[in-house]
């Protein structure tokens, strides 16, 4: 058996149905001269906020945005210490050196790549931490109980960053983004679960008191005098799209959940990670472990010959960034830096088939060398 297998599906994501849905969408809006925070701004909006079973989310024009946005509204200014995970997309970083701010590298699980509780507790006791940001990385929830007591015994705000998160949930059930203390970002790049057709971000949220602020952010500080906004409105196509697309996102979901567990079923000799997370994850991405770089390499180009797509995930930890690197002595980051050097993400996508997951898990496992015997042993 020989087959292709794509990381991605844009083909089957955006099929004939879908494209002449949104089409008729955008020849709406044109005719109707209203490009900017338009009707579909506000029913997004409104139907995100359900889905999440937040009290508001309010567009941006992008996760980045996003992410500013939120630590100003949450008070967060220049100099102000921000703890932020050794291992997320750069953005997490620079959002925060961009208003000024200080990053704090924290550890982080070894297993998972979620921020380190223990860690951050450490980071809580050395800095006066004004905030936290823990990333639902590849779309795992962090562990939001533990962080929420450290930020009430420390005074900090969390604002999560859920780019890859869309739908998922935290291990006590309820919804990531839900969280009454929490201002929740997200992306919704192209790649992203719920996606645009470009750039576009939104920052859930329950407590009444962000959102007028977050308005004001926005749209050049309009409606208030005390603050300098700026120009981060989501355009009205953009938000057509992402309400057409959240119709059907509770299927897509499930979609990647069921692929995810497939991956499970076929990966069994590999060091995966832990099932434990498959109804709460989002699924954006399903990383495997190897033991070293060299191995990722060799893997990477057997799946390539093979036509199976692959990812990397993060392979540099944020410490080690040039940008980053004045920040290293006060924080902790040796975990971080060791689990991006062990990390390959695998086709996950809502359109995953059982043959072309077992067609992956079969060549993984040649690559191995792996036998109904023989169990790879990758101890973190």
Sequence with gaps: MFMEVSFYNFKKLHDESFQKEVLARFEEIIKN?????????????????????????????????????????????????????????????????????????????????????????????????????????????????????????????????????????????????????????????????????????????????????????????RGREDIVGRNSRCDHLQAAVLELKLKDYPQKYEARKNAAKMYYENLKKVKVISQKYLNYSSWHLFPIFVSDEDQRKRLIEHLKNKNIGTGLYYPQAMSQFKTLASFKEQGEWTKAEEFGKRVLCLPMHSFLEIEQIQYIAKEINNFYGLTESRTLDQSL
């Design 33 to 221: 001269n209203s490009f900017v925070e338009g009707p579909y701004n506000t029913l997004f909006e409104q139907s995100f906020s359900d889905y999440l079973n937040a009290k508001h989310s309010l567009l941006v024009a992008n996760g980045t945005d996003a992410i500013e946005i939120a630590l100003k509204a949450a008070g967060v200014t220049t100099g102000d210490k921000v703890a932020i995970p050794g291992i997320t997309f750069y953005a997490t970083a620079e959002a925060v050196m961009n208003i000024g701010a200080i990053p704090v590298l924290t550890d982080i699980e070894e297993e998972t790549g979620l921020i380190c509780v223990e860690s951050l507790k450490r980071m809580a006791q050395k800095h006066k931490l004004k905030a936290v940001i823990p990333v639902h990385i590849y779309g795992l929830p962090a562990d939001i109980v533990e962080i929420e007591k450290v930020c009430k015994q420390y005074n900090m705000t969390i604002i999560e960053d859920g780019a890859q998160a869309h739908g998922a949930r935290y291990l006590d059930g309820s919804m990531v983004g839900s969280r009454k203390d929490s201002l929740t970002t997200f992306s919704f790049y192209p790649t992203k679960n719920l996606s645009a057709f470009g750039d576009a971000g939104a920052i859930a949220f329950s407590d009444d008191k962000y959102k007028d602020l977050i308005l004001s952010y926005r749209n050049h500080g």
